[in-house]
């Protein structure tokens, strides 16, 4: 059986064998589908399948991508998602240095 692949961004120029392993900070992501989509603008599309385990509890769960997606991709099962609480220190540093430019109040205005 050839060795899975290992990703680290979700960032693709054609769709991934189905297997392909997500690693996003210490979690893991598997491949489990790749569906066609029509976009609401008629745009056909890639939309990925991929199953985790909740950072918290453990539990399966799957999320949907595009081919490409940039930034974070849920850590949680639905019932533990907590947008806007990060599971590592990384994490959390990153989404402070995120609202600090991208926060309501309008910077260097
Ligand atoms: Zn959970």
Redo the contacts with the bound molecule.
Sequence with gaps: MPKPVVIQTIDFNKTPAIGALLMKEGQRYELVAANGHIRKDGTPTILLTWRSH?A??G?AFEIVTGLHTKGSINR??P??TSPGRSVTAKGRARQQTFMARHGRRQVGR
Aim: charged share 25%.
């Design positions: 909740c918290d509890c539990s949680r099962c019932l533990h």
